[in-house]
């Protein structure tokens, strides 16, 4: 009897881990899919970030470039006034 016990206990813990561990899995493969979804979103963001900057980058350069020519051209005017 007690041998048939044990066996039956075993038998019922067996089938309880291979519930949990099933259930982990499918856990886990949705813990995966959605950090990969995540990784994703912000890899985008990053690259909309990068593009943005450089946007402003040549802007600011755009910007240098008139001053200094408005900069040169004031400087000329005031040599041929003197």
Do not use: C, P
């Not at 910007?63 to 200094?68: D, F, S, V």
């Amino acid at each position: 009897m007690t041998m048939e016990f044990f066996g039956m206990a075993i038998t019922v813990m067996a089938a309880i881990l291979t519930y949990q561990a099933w259930k982990n899995g499918r856990w886990m493969k949705q813990a995966h899919n959605e950090t990969q979804e995540l990784i994703k979103g912000t890899q985008e963001m990053i690259r909309q970030m990068h593009k943005d900057t450089m946007e402003t980058l040549k802007e600011i350069a755009r910007l240098i470039i008139a001053e200094g020519e408005r900069t040169r051209e004031t400087i000329r005017e005031a040599i041929k006034t003197s």
